[in-house]
Each structure stands twice: as C-alpha cells, then as structure tokens.
C-alpha cells in the first residue's frame, strides 16, 4: 500500500484538481471541507435539533459525493463507514431526486443519472477524501482516530483496486 501512495504522490496535485472537478451532470456548490467539527447542531424550544454547516472558505462547485465522502471518512470508524454507506447514499439519492421532482426534473429520465452512477462518483470522492484528509491539520497534529480512519479506506481503496 505504500509503494501505491508513494507511486501516487508525484501526481497528486493533478489527482485532487480532476477529482474536484464535476464529471458528470450532477455538480453543486460543495463545502469541501465537510467533516463533523463543521456542523453546528443547536436544540430548539420545541426539541427539535438544527443542524448548520459552518466554515465555507473553501467551497467550490464539484460533485456532491465529494462532501458525502469527506464526512464519512473523517468523522465515523471505518466500520460504520462501510456498513451504513449504502444508507449515507440512498438517502441522499432519495432527497435529491425528491427535490429535483418538485422542480418538475427527472433526474434519471432527464439527466440519464442513475443511483449506481452516484455510487460510481461516490468511490472516486473516496480518493480526494483521502488526499484531503492527508494534508489536513488533525493528521498533521497526529490525531490517532483520523490517521486510523484514513489507514482504513486507503486499505479499502487499495482492495477495490482504486489505486
């Protein structure tokens, strides 16, 4: 797995530019820094629970699986991670073509964008999550759960043949 992160390396300035940029229809504005110290939840009167997304230095318009897998990889075990993926992704599937619908779009009919699509993007914003998560402050600062996470989807990406 080093000789592959080490073979990688020459070239990952390119690798995270391509994986930031859109490379399909679906594109958004992304927070591109999306990882739990980044959400501020609040209570209300009524107990409900807020959530805000805070920090927005470094947004850019890219592929919204970027953001989903930012927060996965830094923010929950490797096990959670693989076991509720699957949820993460359908649900997001759910609330973007149900919201898409009220706008009278058919995401699949209409953008020909399907669930396994999304699934695809999905893996390749694994490797610009790690690639982030290498050069972030935590895993600078030796944050052993970070740097564990991180180990984890680098053996995943490695097993699925990423890199």
Request: proline share 0%; aromatic share 6%.
């Given at each position: 797995m080093l000789a592959k992160l080490h073979k990688l390396r020459p070239k990952a300035r390119d690798t995270i530019a391509d994986l930031l940029r859109p490379?399909?229809?679906i594109a958004t504005l992304t927070h591109t820094d999306f990882w739990c110290n980044n959400l501020l939840?609040?209570?209300?009167?009524?107990?409900?629970?807020?959530c805000s997304i805070v920090d927005w230095q470094m947004v850019t318009y890219s592929r919204p699986t970027n953001d989903l897998a930012l927060l996965l990889v830094t923010s929950v075990s490797g096990d959670?991670?693989?076991g509720h993926t699957g949820d993460?992704?359908?649900a997001y599937w759910n609330a973007l073509t149900a919201?898409?619908?009220?706008?009278g779009l058919d995401v699949e009919q209409q953008l020909n964008y399907?669930?396994?699509d999304l699934q695809t993007e999905y893996q390749e914003s694994l490797l610009l999550a790690v690639l982030l998560g290498i050069g972030?402050?935590?895993l600078a600062i030796g944050h052993p759960d970070t740097e564990q996470r991180l180990c984890q989807v680098l053996l995943?990406?490695?097993n699925d043949q990423v890199f």
């Open positions: 490379s399909s229809c939840f609040r209570q209300g009167d009524d107990q409900s629970i807020d959670i991670r693989r993460v992704l359908d919201h898409c619908r009220t706008f399907t669930r396994h972030s402050v935590d995943d990406l490695s």
